[in-house]
């Protein structure tokens, strides 16, 4: 079982910037860590995900903007959001991928607004 708790979320303004953190109970079965999304009235959507090799993947609606790091001294995960727009307004959920199974947070929310 692997347990993930976020924080970070709040409400900023567009071409804010806002820090979230995700940290793991255990991280010794996890291959990849990530970050995912829901806006109101959309379906969960990939921000970005990093590997145990450091690997990332961003998603092109924030490639640029987003840039997600880890510690594994720390089991922490964290996405650095820069240039906030009003469209990446959502509750923010951390991922973390096994081998046989996703564990989620329970999320965070951010709100870009003015």
């Known amino acids: 079982q692997v347990q993930l708790v976020e924080s970070g979320g709040g409400l900023v303004q567009p071409g804010g910037s806002l820090r979230l953190s995700c940290a793991a109970s255990?991280?010794?079965?996890?291959?990849?860590m990530g970050w995912y999304r829901q806006a109101p009235g959309k379906q969960r959507e990939l921000v970005v995900t990093i590997t145990r090799s450091s690997t990332t993947n961003y998603a092109d609606s924030v490639e640029g903007r987003f840039t997600i790091s880890r510690d594994n001294g720390k089991n922490t995960v964290y996405l650095q959001m820069d240039s906030l727009k009003p469209e990446d307004t959502a509750v923010y959920y951390c991922n973390a991928a096994t081998a046989g199974t996703d564990y989620w947070g329970k999320g965070t929310l951010v709100t870009v607004s003015s």
């Open positions: 255990s991280i010794s079965r996890i291959y990849a």
